[in-house]
């Protein structure tokens, strides 16, 4: 079972993480109402500690009328108008389950931690996290949403109450940074991977050229916690119907696809996913908080995976 790196998640959070390495059944993932409940809970627990880092909201409504839910979470010292926004969007798949289980626990961890680290991050990122855009699917534990449509293949013509929700969330929120978190579909034996905008996919230079180093950034330290990734860049012009292909061409935002593997090996269970989620959200979050070099020492420190992925004589970023 893997472990967190202590650049990545606070020790005295580990256990927190630590998950059953045997395949959960579907009864063990969180409900919609599981889900509200939790934060329903850290609220109330973040309230009664003085915390105050905790926000949540509701954004909308699915076909069905479930709520949909986003949490913030930064310092409550913290402007979300003036300092780094990361934007994640979870669970537009039904049956892709690590999504919102990774993003429910890393809430949990921000709410909680009181490590120097994780308060300099959270002073300077504020976090804005839907941990399950399609809650009906969810809880039916199917790819689409109640109207039987792909929520993640109708991005330009949002004809959805989900997407609507979040497109709207996302334009008041203005992010510096949109993550897009899927896992393949069940039975999918492809390898996990990472994909954003590449040469002529219609973004604009510089999105393409920040996603790409952020991209390295996100393969080298999850190489570093031994979690081998495929990486992919878009470099065709197809229709922007994907989340990550929608904001990255019409929005012009850094936006990063995250894929996870259900089926196969034990490496493919249920905390691996997880912990692939966690620690590829954790680099994005420190790269905006300004700490990439941080990111880069550490990646360095493996010299073959820092020159595999092109960040040893990198100066771009951030």
């Not at 889900?35 to 009664?48: P, Q, T």
């Not at 929120?173 to 034996?189: F, K, Q, R, T």
């Not at 990550?244 to 905390?271: M, P, V, W």
């Not at 979050?285 to 990646?299: F, P, S, T």
Request: hydrophobic share 40%.
């Amino acid at each position: 079972m893997r472990k967190y790196s202590l650049a990545v998640i606070p020790a005295s959070f580990i256990l927190m993480l630590l998950l059953s390495s045997a395949p959960a059944a579907r009864a063990d993932f969180t409900t919609h109402q599981g889900m509200v409940n939790r934060l329903a809970a850290l609220s109330k627990y973040d309230a009664a500690s003085g915390g105050n880092r905790l926000k949540v909201s509701v954004i909308g409504s699915s076909v069905r009328g479930r709520s949909i839910v986003m949490a913030q979470v930064c310092d409550p010292k913290a402007d979300p108008s003036t300092v780094q926004r990361l934007f994640v969007i979870c669970r537009q798949h039904g049956d892709e389950p690590a999504t919102t289980e990774a993003m429910l626990n890393l809430i949990e961890i921000l709410v909680k931690a009181q490590d120097d680290s994780t308060k300099d991050i959270l002073s300077k990122v504020a976090f804005f996290i839907v941990p399950m855009v399609n809650p009906d699917g969810a809880d039916a534990f199917t790819r689409r949403n109640a109207n039987n449509a792909d929520l993640n293949r109708d991005w330009l013509k949002l004809s959805q109450p989900e997407t609507k929700s979040v497109r709207a969330a996302i334009d008041k929120v203005n992010p510096d940074a949109i993550l897009d978190e899927h896992e393949l579909s069940p039975g999918n034996m492809h390898n996990d991977y990472v994909e954003t905008s590449g040469p002529s996919c219609g973004a604009p230079d510089d999105v393409v050229r920040e996603s790409q180093h952020l991209e390295a950034l996100v393969i080298g330290m999850l190489a570093v916690h031994h979690m081998p990734v495929t990486c992919y860049k878009i470099t065709d012009q197809c229709p922007a119907r994907l989340a990550h292909r929608y904001f990255a061409i019409r929005a012009h935002k850094i936006c990063i696809l995250f894929e996870t593997r259900q089926s196969g090996a034990r490496n493919h269970q249920l905390d691996y996913r997880m912990n692939y989620h966690i620690i590829g959200t954790m680099t994005v979050a420190k790269y905006l908080a300004g700490r990439q070099d941080e990111l880069v020492a550490r990646i360095s420190q493996q010299e073959n995976i820092a020159r595999k992925v092109g960040l040893l004589s990198s100066d771009k970023g951030r």
